[in-house]
């Protein structure tokens, strides 16, 4: 029986062998000078796809929420990660913030690969680092760093009829960006984008 981990990466490598127009970037929107690297984990538990238990959860995402208090991005949901460090890869950097942020040990995480860079208008370019996890460890929150993390389903953040089109001011100007709202938490931003990018990139708007 194909595992959801084999299913993810026949679909990472497919879907970076491909040419994929349209993916999101804010390449446009960034300061001048040198960007800041860093990297982000897209930690997807490792659940069947279907089940026989209609109240299984199914596989999700892993978010945290930042502090409110945080100079950068306040209160935002975002992926674990952080700034790439001087020696760094981006998949060292994304488990090593994953692990400082959520206790998440990085023996316990399978990274499928790095997927597009997405550059903000804050000054940062980031790579996203696919990995799947297993469920339910025991995370914990870095009270420095975090306020609180949570699964989102898989199902629901790959699903197009779920992304808002809205408008927001960063950097002090208009501009449009997506959201997703999971309950009370909201999804948008930069966060968004990447997981639309993810989309686009894995699935070719077909189903998992």
Not at 148 to 160: D, K, R, T, Y
Request: glycine share 8%; charged share 25%; hydrophobic share 40%.
């Amino acid at each position: 029986m194909t595992t959801l981990h084999d299913r993810l990466v026949a679909l990472y490598r497919a879907g970076h062998r491909r040419k994929v127009t349209g993916l999101r970037d804010d390449v446009d929107w960034m300061p001048e000078g040198q960007p800041r690297r860093a990297a982000v984990l897209v930690a997807i538990t490792d659940r069947p796809l279907t089940s026989e238990d209609p109240s299984s959860p199914g596989p999700g995402i892993l978010f945290i929420q930042r502090p409110t208090k945080m100079r950068r991005h306040p209160g935002q949901v975002a992926f674990p990660g952080g700034g790439i460090d001087a020696g760094e890869t981006p998949v060292q950097a994304a488990l090593r913030e994953a692990e400082e942020e959520i206790a998440l040990p990085p023996s316990r995480v399978c990274v499928i690969g790095e997927s597009d860079r997405y550059r903000t208008g804050s000054g940062f370019d980031i790579t996203p680092v696919i990995a799947t996890v297993p469920p339910d460890l025991p995370l914990v929150a870095s009270p420095a760093e975090v306020d609180s993390w949570f699964e989102a389903p898989l199902s629901f953040l790959l699903a197009p009829e779920n992304v808002n089109k809205t408008t927001a001011k960063l950097m002090g100007r208009q501009r449009h960006v997506l959201e997703m709202q999971f309950g009370d938490y909201r999804i948008w931003g930069v966060t968004a984008a990447i997981l639309d990018n993810l989309r686009r990139r894995l699935l070719r708007g077909a189903p998992l």
